[in-house]
Every structure is written in structure tokens, then in C-alpha cells.
């Protein structure tokens, strides 16, 4: 595989192209492909496809292999699990490599005075198990949740998920008892906002619509919320919006569910988003990132609040040993070196990105923690109208010139590199971006 980027069919070559159409032939058609990149391999922060082209991953996975592509260490985990044992289901069993994933989930999870840990398989499996968790501790059954949020799209978790009609159309009634509020977007606030006073609209519209028009405090069992909204467009909420919610929740005896499915493990440059803001949650859902591209949930809770009997809830898949030794030497990478490394490289990256918005008119906003970055594409700036158009024209030149990138929300641009991505690759990826926004404007300005 080369150093960088190296396009040498056209996309899709005929290999890959080949594979398309068997896959349309016989697998749902409910995902959605972004473009049609079709892998043969892959290491560290690079792809290689079918038909030998090799591009830059800023994708990883959507924002899955932490640890880049078949990390060594990664996979020698892997291995010297699956020659002892691959399944025996922690449900009704025990193994060393669960108990002690838990242990370093206690150990980095920023709860304070014990923390206890539910495996299943993904990330809406972990938000389910919090909801569960959350009516059970509490004896409430109502629950809040933001507009944008993306939470999973199993029935429990896609009731909370609030980013996109489609992904809720035709499979209601949902789950009752779950209530929007607006999320801190402060670049679709009003000229002159600051970060404090949109933090203060949102909680204010809990506390003065939700909790006072449409459902009593005593009745709502927690506050679910992402730190940085993933699918929503990689939204960055203010440390006062958490730090509010916290208050709130204490003040009511709800609980705060902080979904870090897609910006912990490492992904803002601290292991997990919410620690920038000081605020302690009781339950948190993690996934993605955990173990390198192996699938794993966990939800993370307060030990005196996991407290459900045995059979209470139960994965029979959750926490298999092979992604658990995936998890324990994945956490071991982010700890030495790459959480540090998300944060550097990440600031170089935001800088680079930033500095793209003085010679290209569609970029609106660029914002993010660590290597989680997006970048808002706008028709125009004062009117803040939305380029979701010229925001999938990019994605796919991008693709064209071997940068793999993908849209979040209706008009951002997301980069969630693995957290092994190199100050050269940033550079790399500014550089090929910045021509798929030339040729995007020209296209336009042509039309």
C-alpha cells in the first residue's frame, strides 16, 4: 500500500463496481453508501479498495477504528483470544476478559465512587440498556431529549433519535413519553449570541415549556444528551449547556445519560467529550471506538444505580470475549499515546480547515473537539442558508481525489479520522478538500 492517496481507475473500478451489483441483488437496501468505495484492506489511517486504488481514511468507519485499521496490537489481541475461546456468553457465564474490561472501564469512566458496566453489541444497544436502566432506578417512565440527537434506530433508542424524519418515518408509534428540546447550536443563533446565553435558552425551554406545559418533573426519569452531536452535524454543545443540565437533573432527582457513543474512546482529545466540561453523568453509552472495529456497547453507570436483578436485561452476544481483548488493548493505545495524539493532530487540523474559510465562500463553520471535526457548508453566509446539495458534491470529490469523508447533519462535512492520523495525513486531507471545494464553486458558479 502506497504513503498517501493513489487513484488509478476510475471509481468505481470494475471489481468493485462487480461487487455493487451483487450487493444490490441480495442485501437491504435500507444503508446508506455514501459512494461506492468497496475495501480490500486497510492499515492505519489508510484504505486500499478492489481494484488497487488507495485513499486517506477520514472516515474510519464512521468514527469506529479508533486505533486505524488492523492495528498490530489490535489484532494480536484479537488472535491470542480466538485460539483460547470465542464465545461462552457472559449472560450465564464468566470470563476474565469481561471482568477485566470492566475494571478499566471503572478506571477511566469519569464517574466518581464505583462504576458498573452492561455489554451488548453497538451503540443503540448501550443507549437501550440506559434507557432500561434509567425507569428501573428511578421508578419514572418520561424522558428528554434534543433536536438533532442521534441516539441508535432500534424502537427505544430512535425515539430519543431526533436528527432526521427519514429515519423515524413509517415505523411509529414510537416509544411514549419522550420529549424534544432544542440543542445549543450556536451558529444558527442569532448575530451576537454567546455560548452562555444559547446554553441558557435550551435548559430555560426544559424547565418553562417541557417541565411546566407537558410533563412534571417527579415523572421524567433522565436527561439524554451527546456532548457533541454526531449525526446532528458534529454540533459542539457549550461546558455551561452540561453543566446546566446537571444542575437541572439534581435539582428534580432525574438522572443525565451522556451518550458517548460516537465522541468518547478518545475522539475530542480527551478520552471522553464530557469531561471538558467538569460535569459528572450517572450513565454514559459508549461503543464505536472502544474496540478498534469489533462490535461492542457498554453502558457505564453509577454502581449504586445498576441494581437491576439478575435477568433484569441480558445480551447474549454482549461482551464477547474477542472484543472485549479488542477493548482492553484498544484503551491501553488511547491511553499511551493516541488520545494525546487526537488532540494535537486535531488542532492542526482545525487550523488548516479554519484557514480554508478565507477563500472558499461555502464554508460556514468549522468546529469540533480533537479529531472530531465539521465543517458547515452554507449558500450564504449572512443567511446561514444551507448547502446540503453542495455538501454531497463535495463529499463524492473528495472521494474522486482519494479522501474518504462523510456528511453529517443537512449541510456538514465530517472528519473523524482514526486518532492515529499524522500532522502530513491533516495536511493531505486539508489539501485535497480544499480542491473539492474549487471544483464544487466553479461547478456552481458554471450553473
Known amino acids: 500500500m502506497s504513503n498517501g492517496p493513489h487513484i488509478k481507475t476510475p471509481l468505481p473500478g470494475p471489481r468493485a463496481k462487480a461487487l455493487i451489483d451483487r450487493d444490490t441483488a441480495v442485501v437491504s437496501p435500507s444503508y446508506t453508501r455514501g459512494y461506492p468505495l468497496v475495501i480490500e484492506r486497510g492499515s492505519g489511517a489508510l484504505v486500499e479498495d478492489v481494484d488497487g486504488n488507495v485513499f486517506l481514511d477520514c472516515a474510519a468507519g464512521i468514527a469506529v477504528n479508533s486505533t486505524g485499521h488492523s492495528h498490530p496490537d489490535v489484532v494480536r489481541a484479537i488472535t491470542a483470544q480466538a485460539e483460547k475461546f470465542l464465545h461462552m456468553?457472559?449472560?450465564?457465564?464468566y470470563y476474565e476478559p469481561q471482568v477485566r474490561l470492566a475494571e478499566e472501564l471503572a478506571a477511566i469512566a469519569p464517574i466518581?465512587?464505583?462504576v458498573r458496566?452492561?455489554?451488548?453489541?453497538?451503540?443503540?444497544?448501550?443507549?437501550?440498556?440506559?434507557?432500561?436502566?434509567?425507569?428501573?432506578?428511578?421508578?419514572?417512565q418520561n424522558l428528554i431529549a434534543f433536536i438533532g440527537a442521534f441516539h441508535g434506530r432500534s424502537m427505544g433508542s430512535l425515539s430519543l433519535t431526533a436528527s432526521r424524519a427519514l429515519q423515524r418515518r413509517g415505523f411509529g408509534p414510537l416509544l411514549p413519553g419522550v420529549y424534544h428540546a432544542p440543542y445549543p447550536d450556536r451558529y444558527r443563533c442569532p448575530l451576537g449570541a454567546t455560548p452562555d446565553t444559547v446554553a441558557d435558552a435550551c435548559v430555560d425551554y426544559i424547565e418553562q415549556q417541557i417541565l411546566t406545559h407537558l410533563v412534571s418533573p417527579d415523572e421524567v426519569a433522565a436527561i439524554v444528551v451527546e456532548p457533541i452531536q454526531g449525526e446532528g452535524g458534529y454540533v459542539v454543545a457549550p461546558d455551561a449547556f452540561l453543566q446546566r443540565l446537571r444542575e437541572l437533573t439534581k435539582k428534580h432527582g432525574m438522572l443525565l445519560v451522556v451518550d458517548e457513543v460516537q465522541s468518547g474512546m478518545g475522539r475530542s482529545g480527551r478520552m471522553f467529550a464530557v469531561e471538558y466540561t467538569g460535569v459528572e453523568p450517572d450513565m454514559?453509552?459508549?461503543a464505536k471506538g472502544i474496540a478498534s472495529g469489533l462490535p461492542l456497547g457498554v453502558a457505564v453507570a453509577r454502581a449504586g444505580l445498576m441494581a437491576w436483578p439478575p435477568g433484569a436485561h441480558a445480551s447474549t452476544f454482549g461482551g464477547n470475549p474477542v472484543s472485549c481483548a479488542a477493548a482492553i488493548a484498544t484503551i491501553a493505545l488511547l491511553r499511551e499515546r493516541y488520545v494525546q495524539n487526537a488532540a494535537d493532530v486535531g488542532a492542526h487540523l482545525m487550523d488548516g480547515l479554519k484557514a480554508l474559510a478565507d477563500t472558499h465562500h461555502l464554508i460556514g463553520d468549522v468546529r469540533g473537539r480533537g479529531l472530531m471535526i465539521g465543517v458547515e457548508l452554507v449558500r450564504d453566509r449572512t443567511t446561514k442558508e444551507r448547502a446540503t446539495?453542495?455538501?454531497?458534491?463535495?463529499v463524492g470529490?473528495?472521494?474522486s481525489r482519494g479522501l474518504l469523508i462523510l456528511g453529517a447533519g443537512r449541510n456538514a462535512v465530517?472528519?473523524?479520522?482514526?486518532?492515529?492520523?499524522?500532522r502530513e495525513q491533516a495536511d493531505t486531507a486539508v489539501k485535497i478538500f480544499d480542491e473539492a471545494l474549487t471544483d464544487v464553486e466553479r461547478n456552481r458558479a458554471r450553473a
Open 117 to 140: 458496566s452492561f455489554f451488548g453489541n453497538s451503540g443503540t444497544e448501550a443507549v437501550e440498556a440506559c434507557l432500561k436502566l434509567s425507569r428501573y432506578a428511578t421508578g419514572r
Open 284 to 286: 454514559m453509552a459508549i
Open 397 to 399: 470529490a473528495a472521494f
Open 389 to 394: 446539495d453542495e455538501r454531497d458534491a463535495v
Open 112 to 114: 466518581q465512587g464505583g
Open 89 to 93: 456468553s457472559g449472560t450465564d457465564f
Open 414 to 422: 465530517r472528519f473523524s479520522p482514526a486518532l492515529v492520523l499524522t
